[in-house]
């Protein structure tokens, strides 16, 4: 997947080779934190030469897809001045293109408070927040998507409390990609600076319900302003890694 021609759809603009996809913007109703008003859609861009996103890290496959699957720990996110942001998930397409459904877990230092969420999304609407599940650093978190019919089931389930969500959606995007991602989110527009968070084991990874036999090459560092934030480490088995925060 490395060399492969990465191209960049929808709203498109070039920086020093960088292909940035950009979703709709979003409103406040798809708030995380209603309080802050911040509005979060999922989105990649990717350097040709190398696998880096402004926003992604983590590892990404492309083929064909009807479900995936991730079990990662919620990690602890380090408060302080200002605010920024993570999230950690398991996606189907956006990648290739501008649509995305995915599934995951928010973790954000907003001014010096740690918040935490568990989520969902369709681009281009902003996240749905999941508010039947309370969400602690440590937790242990599957996420799934899976295809029937014409319709996908999103469901999310914290492993340390035995609660799970579930709601099933239709979704219409080539299923040509699946992700395995930490992310900095963009929030009201603008990608976020990525929060300082504790290292993120993902393991049991499946697509189509087999080992995705991941390699170095999948693998995309969040880099920023010539920063690297957010690395994953070489594949175990094919189908786990971890994440670290290096800023």
């Known amino acids: 997947m490395g060399n492969k021609s990465l191209r960049a759809v929808a709203a498109v603009g070039f920086t020093a080779g960088l292909a940035l996809i950009v979703a709709p913007a979003a409103n406040g109703s798809g708030s995380v934190h209603s309080a802050t ?4 859609d999922h989105v990649i861009s990717h350097t040709r030469s190398a696998q ?18 991730a079990t990662w720990n919620v990690p602890t996110v380090t408060t302080g001045s200002g605010s920024q942001y993570s999230s950690d998930w398991v996606g189907i397409d956006g990648y290739n293109n501008s649509n995305l459904i995915q599934t995951g877990t928010e973790q954000d ?15 281009p609407a902003a996240e749905t927040p999941i508010s039947s599940l309370t969400i602690h650093p440590g937790d242990s978190i599957t996420g799934s998507l899976t295809k029937s019919s014409s319709k996908w089931t999103i ?16 979704y219409s995007g080539p299923a ?37 036999n991941l390699t170095s090459s999948d693998a995309i560092d969040l880099v920023q302003n010539g920063t690297t934030y957010y ?7 094919g189908n786990s890694f971890s994440d670290s925060y290096t800023g």
Request: hydrophobic share 25%; no cysteine.
């Open 37 to 40: 008003a911040n509005a979060r």
């Open 176 to 212: 040509d990609s699946v992700e395995y991602i930490q992310e900095a989110p963009e929030v009201n527009g603008s990608i976020a600076k990525p929060a300082d968070i504790s290292k993120v084991t993902f393991s049991g990874l499946t697509e189509n319900g087999s080992n995705p």
């Open 231 to 237: 690395t994953p480490s070489a594949p175990s088995g």
């Open 155 to 170: 469901k999310l389930t914290d492993n340390t409390t035995g609660k799970s969500y579930s709601i099933s959606k239709s």
């Open 52 to 69: 880096q996103s402004s926003n992604w890290s983590g590892y990404a496959e492309t083929g064909s897809y009807t479900s995936a699957t």
């Open 109 to 123: 230092n907003i001014n010096g408070t740690a918040e935490y969420q568990a989520w969902w999304e369709i681009l």
